[in-house]
């Protein structure tokens, strides 16, 4: 589903969830959700190890390199319950940074590379929930602004050259998930989902946990 789809969703939702809440009561909720963020950027490591290895190859140097795909997550945000099957989210997130380190070396002297890219921003999403006696599931999709803070630096020994760059992207997501009811206000909640072309460039999935108090 592209973006111009998934927003034609979201509005069409919307309308018609608007409709549907004019009848019920609607409430309100505060969630906070902390997991892990993992980066598919197998392509970005593959493209600079190709880059450092071959100038370590013109020189008859040493290489090695690693990329730490994961890194800590969280997001936190307000939603209205328009009723007992559908609601709406607005939610702040930050993905992490992911982080590509590259060495050349001659066994003597080395110069290192370190790149990553650090990700947040706001969105919104539109959730579909099957509630039972305690339990909830619920699925979601969503439409974020999300804004990744690019930095390289390359260290030689004696000098250091740094590089910032940063790109702001609309993004879509889907999640799935589901939460345990300890009281009518509390509740204690899972999920999985997928940021898309974050950077516009590679996929991010995030499992967290987190509460939700109703209200």
């Known amino acids: ?3 111009k789809s998934l927003l034609a969703v979201l509005v069409s939702g919307l309308m018609v969830t608007g409709v549907q ?13 902390i997991g892990q963020a993992e980066a598919d950027g197998s392509s970005l490591a593959k493209e600079l190890d190709g880059l450092l290895a071959a100038e370590a190859d013109f020189w008859g140097l040493g290489f090695r390199s690693s990329f730490d795909d994961k890194d800590t997550a969280f997001k936190i945000g307000a939603g209205i319950q328009l009723n007992r099957y559908i609601g709406v989210e607005f939610q ?5 940074s992911p982080e590509y380190k590259g060495s050349i070396t001659d066994g003597v002297d080395t110069l290192t590379a370190k790149v990553s890219g650090d990700t947040d921003g706001y969105g919104m999403n ?21 804004e990744t803070e690019a930095s390289a630096k390359i260290t030689d020994g004696f000098d250091t050259f740094k590089i910032k760059d940063s790109e702001e992207e609309w993004v879509t997501s889907y999640g799935i998930g589901a939460s345990f009811v300890f009281t009518p206000q509390v509740e204690l909640a899972a999920e999985f989902e997928r940021y898309q072309d974050v950077a516009d460039d590679y996929d991010v999935d995030m499992a967290s946990v987190g509460l939700r108090y109703n209200f």
């Open 1 to 3: 589903m592209n973006r």
């Open 21 to 33: 809440a004019a009848g019920s009561q609607a409430n309100g909720y505060l969630f906070g959700n």
């Open 92 to 96: 702040y997130t930050d993905l992490g």
């Open 126 to 146: 539109l959730v579909g929930t099957l509630p039972f006696e305690r339990f909830k599931l619920f699925g979601k999709v969503g439409y974020h602004k999300l």
